[in-house]
């Protein structure tokens, strides 16, 4: 199963939805490489440096997941962090070697920045972000960076005007479009204050937003998944336009298992909508055993909106006179109005940096199917 695919099945299973969408800001990275000069010594220094980071940082994961020591050892888990620190102080020392002796680098100072983050030292990374600005605040990959932080740690108001400064510099880029669709999602509130519109034109900018990252990269899955994920907050649902979203992850999707994720996700669109055949339909395609508690739960609410349960009480007959007749009317389950949201806005992505993504919140309907990637911030 591809990671996209494990991915997918995190975030809409997660206890604390918001959370898991604010810990896959941190996890998602958009990078793109400026033109520079190749033969100049101080880039090519920063790049060999940069090289240098991704193998560190790789180093360390491969460490994390193939480690096998019991966390009851205790003095065995406290060298094997000292080891993690050691490989990552040497990374560390690199870079502030390096801006040491070229101290006019806003590239060097936003690549650390993004070592940093990476390592989880955000309150560094927002100090090195803030100097690479200050050398150069032309460059859109800082203000997407400084977004992504404040987005995160708080001051919404500086992350939405930073990732629009980000998208205002370097339209092209849809990462800072996707982050931003994000960070309207989740911090609703303060959107609605900032631009002083209602709930349902909140949730119009940042589908807008989505869409513009989406015509940038159209088969884009994550980012598919985001937009289509972003309706099940949506009350009421807007059930046409998740239903096309949601079939635009179908036609994108890359292999099987992808595929019957999206599946999962159409067939819980199809019973919410009243659609009941098409979802079982969409159900007997998932045969990958990762997806059958959820295609087991799914069913059992298809049965339940198909055949709702009723509670009649029986007639109650004094002396073979009727007294009374409590019968109870059938629970029913309405099916929401097909709407046609109004069309939404853009996001965007970074230089020589790693730039963290956005996500949706999900609503509880009666079963919640896998989510297509790992998760949203709120």
């Known amino acids: 199963m591809s990671d996209l695919t494990i991915g997918l099945l995190s975030a809409l299973l997660a206890t604390n939805q918001p959370q898991a969408v604010s810990n896959l800001v941190q996890q998602q990275t958009g990078v793109a490489v400026p033109l520079v000069d190749v033969n100049d010594p101080v880039e090519k220094q920063l790049r060999d440096l940069m090289i240098a980071d991704d193998a560190a940082l790789a180093e360390v994961n491969d460490w994390i997941s193939t480690n096998a020591i ?9 060298a094997f962090n000292q080891r993690i620190v050691a490989r990552l102080d040497e990374q560390k020392h690199g870079y502030e070697s390096f801006l040491r002796n070229h101290p006019d680098s ?34 859109p990959a800082v203000w997407n960076q400084l977004a992504n932080y404040f987005g995160e740690h708080g001051g919404l108001t500086n992350a939405f005007a930073d990732y629009t400064e980000a998208i205002r510099l370097d339209p092209t880029e849809p990462v800072y479009y996707q982050n931003f669709a994000t960070t309207v999602y989740l911090y609703r509130k303060d959107a609605r204050e900032f631009y002083g519109i209602g709930e349902q034109q909140v949730f119009d900018k940042a589908l807008g937003l989505y869409q513009q990252a989406m015509k940038l990269a159209p088969d884009n899955l994550v ?50 909508a009243g659609f009941y055949d098409e979802a079982q339909a969409q159900l007997d395609a998932v045969t990958n055993r990762a997806f059958a508690d ?21 007639e109650i007959a004094t002396n073979s006179v009727l007294v009374t007749t409590n019968s109870l009317p059938a629970l029913t389950n309405g099916v929401p109005a097909l709407t046609n949201p109004a069309a939404f ?5 970074a ?28």
């Open 223 to 272: 980012l598919a998944t985001d937009y289509a994920e972003s309706f099940y907050g949506i009350k009421p649902m807007r059930t046409n336009d998740a239903l096309v979203a949601w079939t635009n992850c179908l036609n994108i999707a890359k292999d099987d298992n992808e595929r019957e994720a999206v599946q999962i996700h159409l067939a819980r669109v199809k019973i919410s």
């Open 294 to 314: 959820m295609k087991a739960r799914l069913e059992r609410s298809l049965h339940d909106h198909e055949y709702p349960p009723t509670n009649d009480v029986p």
């Open 345 to 349: 806005s853009p996001q965007n992505a």
């Open 351 to 378: 230089v020589l940096t790693n730039v963290p993504p956005t996500a949706a919140t999900f609503s509880n309907l009666d079963a919640t199917p896998p989510a297509l990637r790992q998760p949203k911030p709120q």
């Open 106 to 139: 806003a590239r060097g100072f936003l690549a650390y920045g993004s070592f940093l983050n990476d390592t989880g030292d955000e309150e560094g990374a927002k100090v090195q972000y803030e100097n690479s600005k200050q050398l150069d605040p032309k460059n």
């Open 70 to 78: 019991a966390r009851t050892n205790t003095p065995a888990m406290a």
